[in-house]
Structures are given as C-alpha cells and as structure tokens.
C-alpha cells in the first residue's frame, strides 16, 4: 500500500508563488513517476506535471510550462511543485499521484495511487 500525503495549498494573489509538497511512504516505488493533477469545481481532473523518479525527466501540460516546476527528493521520499505566477485559472484542488509502471503520461487512468488532494486559490 501507498500513502501520498499532499500539502502546501492556499489562498495566494494573482502573480504569486507557492510550493505543493507530496510526501511519499509505503511500497518501495523508487522507480517509478510521480504527478501533479488538479480539478476546478465543475471540471474533470486535468494533468499538471510529471517526473520520473531516477533520471528526473519531467512532462508538463502546456498551460504551465515556464510558470511550474516539478522536482523531487529521493531521500526524503517526496515531491514538490513550486508554482510561480499564479493565475487565477489555476485555482484547482492539486492531487499528488503516482503509477506502479515506467513511463510520464497525462492520462489519471494511468496512476494507481492518489493522495487527498490541497486547495489552491488563486485571487485576482
């Protein structure tokens, strides 16, 4: 079993920054990708980033790029999302999210395990 444990949301203005942390414990899946969704009210889940865990390949979603930067710590078993010039679209609940087989993709039918989520709001 897996446990994902998210943490880091709040309310923050438009232009500012925030980090996400995912913290990791359980099964040994030190090979295998992490990711970042997000789901607006009245939306559907929407993949924000990828990363793999040995080479530290990341996969972002278009609307992010250049203002989102996924990272990870291998000793501390967790993962980050610093977010940088928030809009206000970006308000979501950010779900952290891993997988048991190699490979970054968008798809959330692809993860196998979900941490509780952590509110981002983003003012104008």
């Known amino acids: 079993q897996v446990q994902l444990v998210e943490s880091g949301g709040r309310l923050v203005q438009a232009g500012g920054s925030l980090r996400l942390s995912c913290s990791a414990s359980g099964r040994t899946f030190s090979s295998y990708p992490m990711a970042w969704f997000r789901q607006a009210p009245g939306k559907e889940r929407e993949f924000v980033a990828a990363?793999?865990?040995?080479?530290?390949?990341?996969y972002y979603t278009d609307s992010v790029k250049g203002r989102f930067t996924i990272s990870r710590d291998n000793a501390k078993s967790t993962v980050y999302l610093q977010m940088n010039s928030l809009k206000p679209e970006d308000t979501a609940v950010y779900y952290c999210a891993s997988r048991t087989t190699y490979g970054l993709v968008p798809g959330a039918d692809k993860y196998h395990y979900w941490g509780q989520g952590t509110q981002v709001t983003v003012s104008s």
């Open positions: 990363i793999s865990w040995i080479a530290g390949n990341t």
